[in-house]
């Protein structure tokens, strides 16, 4: 059954695992430039949260602190129960990806592969481990038939499903996806959406996912945390989707129209969210190698 769209109540704590995440006055600069500001909120294991926000807002910066990527500025972040550490490997992390992916002529399963050898992220699995462990993350996205065939003929929504396959090899508890529905249409949206909260549901495992747009993920969230203005409000969508919480966020006055079980966030009759497909200011790290499973050690760059 469908849940009605901003009707989703957050998942029951899981017994006997700590918080997936839990932000106590966190202070994030990224140029010289305050991205958050004394910023608290929680994430229970289980969870499958949606991150939005206005550009610059600091989704993408996010993501890298709770990897050890950026530093905190201030205050405390505690992931899945222990302090913030690069190299993590209880976290699987899917960057920004664009177009560079088509004109690979690597296979589906070497392209999962790379990341299980460490190919420029990552540490390597012990050789005779790696097809079985490349297998099990090809059958939980449903792409073992992509295996044998080259990136560059596979569709946008296809060429995600590898992706997701390298976020889970090593079996993650926590997912930062970095917004996965950049550049599909709105059917591979919603192909990508689902695949997700299945693989989610069924490994119990949580998930951040970033986007530009809240209603493709309307039906799968548990909730929602919006960045924006320094500031963060996490709760459900009815909670958080509110005139007054998103004109707090964007510093402007904000109307938020429901129409056809679909959410508009407007500013002077204009869609806000149409505005937001480019690149975030802060997020404009350049990503494409198109993997990267968060117990990485290769190099990133040093701004977003």
């Not at 409000?233 to 006055?253: E, F, H, M, N, R």
């Not at 407007?266 to 198109?290: C, F, L, R």
Request: hydrophobic share 40%; aromatic share 4%.
């Amino acid at each position: 059954m469908t849940t009605a769209p901003g009707r989703h109540e957050p998942r029951q704590h899981v017994s006997g695992l700590p918080s997936a995440l839990t932000l106590t006055d966190v202070t994030l600069e990224l140029g010289g430039r305050r991205i958050l500001d004394k910023v608290s909120f929680t994430v229970e294991a289980g969870e499958f949260v949606g991150v939005l926000g206005p550009n610059g807002a600091g989704k993408t910066t996010l993501m890298r602190a709770l990897l050890g990527l950026v530093p905190i500025r201030d205050g405390s972040a505690r992931v899945l129960g222990a302090a913030v550490s690069r190299g993590n490997p209880a976290i699987g992390y899917m960057p920004q990806v664009r177009g560079t992916l088509a004109t690979r002529r690597l296979s589906g399963r070497d392209f999962v592969q790379c990341a299980a050898n460490g190919h420029r992220w990552g540490m390597p699995l012990r050789y005779r481990d790696t097809r079985r462990e490349v297998d099990r993350a090809l059958d939980i996205v449903g792409a073992m038939h992509l295996a044998q065939r080259p990136l560059a003929e596979l569709s946008g929504g296809e060429r995600q499903r590898l992706l997701l396959a390298q976020c889970l090899l090593g079996a993650p508890r926590l997912l930062l996806l970095d917004e996965p529905l950049i550049s599909l249409d709105p059917n591979h949206q919603t192909g990508v959406v689902e695949l997700v909260r299945r693989v989610q549901r069924e490994l119990g495992i949580t998930v951040l996912f970033s986007a530009h747009e809240l209603n493709p993920l309307l039906n799968a969230i548990d909730r929602v945390l919006y960045l924006g203005n320094g500031s963060a409000a996490l709760g459900t969508v009815d909670q958080v989707i509110t005139a007054p919480t998103l004109s707090k966020l964007y510093g402007t006055p904000i109307d938020v129209m429901r129409v056809h079980g679909r959410i508009f966030v407007m500013s002077g009759g204009v869609e806000i969210e149409k505005q937001d497909h480019a690149h975030e200011d802060d997020d404009a790290h350049g990503t494409s190698h198109g993997h990267a499973h968060a117990h990485a050690h290769g190099h990133h760059p040093a701004h977003d």
